[in-house]
């Protein structure tokens, strides 16, 4: 199993002066839950490099088995400070793709030209594509027949009620939940911050940080079938 995983380059939070960047958890819980299975993965980013890590994500009560294994892991910190650019990679080369979220991809991915032609492609070719948290928002511009890649489809990512808890409502450049809505996507969430994955044919979209780890077991099952 050769899997993509798509992090972003982006890691200014609006005009706040702070930091954003992608969400541990949302790559460390895919991460392992995929490569202890056996599975070869690829990283990848706009700008290619050491992606951003939202500093929201490491604090204590952020923090699972997951992130405090990648905490000690020198060998993946290593490989995540040496990603792939986006414009290197090609969908025919991989079984499947894991875009994790944070607030960064809303800015460079939900626009990257280099992205949506990706998503456009692993769609074509009928892979397994997981989007979570904030990491829906990178399909707004992802078209399938000259329609919203997600018009029809029960799809899920980060509430409009857990972005008003983190306070970030009006400093994002778009709200997930309202972006599925407006592209006719059948959104549907579960409660706030609790693990709830929805996968429609290929397509798996996770809500929150906490849906990391059964979006890539969604992914994987996919995959051994």
């Not at 992606?51 to 490989?79: G, V, W």
Request: hydrophobic share 40%; charged share 25%.
């Amino acid at each position: 199993m050769k899997i993509l995983m798509v992090l972003t380059s982006h890691d200014k939070l609006g005009d706040t002066g702070k930091k954003t960047g992608f969400w541990v958890e949302e790559f460390a819980a895919p991460y392992y839950v995929l490569a202890d299975a056996g599975a070869e993965i690829t990283l990848a980013s706009p700008k290619g490099g050491q992606p951003p890590i939202d500093p929201s994500s490491t604090t204590e009560d952020a923090q699972t088995e997951a992130t405090k294994r990648f905490d000690k892991d020198e060998e993946l910190q290593k490989k995540l400070s040496l990603t792939k650019k986006l414009e290197d990679v090609d969908a025919k080369d991989f079984d499947a793709v894991f875009y994790p979220g944070g607030h960064g991809p809303l800015w460079d991915l939900a626009n990257d030209l280099k992205s949506i032609a990706l998503i456009e492609a692993f769609n074509e070719q009928m892979k397994p594509m997981a989007f979570v948290c904030h990491a829906p928002g990178v399909l707004a511009n992802v078209e399938d027949h000259k329609e919203p890649l997600v018009r029809g489809k029960n799809v899920t990512g980060f509430a409009n009620s857990e972005e008003d808890a983190v306070g970030l409502t009006n400093v994002v450049p778009f709200l997930v939940e309202d972006k599925m809505n407006q592209l006719g996507a059948n959104y549907s969430k579960g409660d706030d911050w609790s693990s709830y994955v929805l996968v429609d044919g290929k397509l798996i979209t996770g809500q929150n940080p906490a849906s990391s780890e059964k979006a890539a077991r969604e992914l994987l099952n996919m995959l051994q079938k």
